[in-house]
């Protein structure tokens, strides 16, 4: 299945996809020359990351029923500045005082299964042109 996203350039250093009827904004700081309006596409792609694992461990307690109050999800990474790279994501999930202990694992373990994850783990090809 083949599907599009649609890059425009409103001005300045801002850059936006157009995702369906949706806008996602991205711009540069304001030290980089922008107006720091919108996030970076860095940024983005890590934003991605951790709402693909809340989204999974959402899903994992709604079929189960565990109430999700209190639940938030933090990711925090290392950069290696020279080389611009990131070397490593921490995700943590804080868990709600009534999650069940026996629950604990597994919601790691769903979390885990994370289809961006898949996909740095196994890239796809890129396939870049102009004309």
Known sequence: MKKTIEVCFPGGKRV?????H???PTDQPVENGGTGTAPEPFQLFLASIATCAGIYALEFCRVREIPTEGMALTLTYEMDEKNQVCERLNIHLKLPASF???????????MDLCSIKRNILEPPEFVITAS
């Open 22 to 24: 949706m806008i996602v």
């Open 16 to 20: 936006d996809a157009r995702i369906e």
């Open 100 to 110: 069940p202990e026996n629950y604990r694992k597994a919601v790691v373990r769903v």
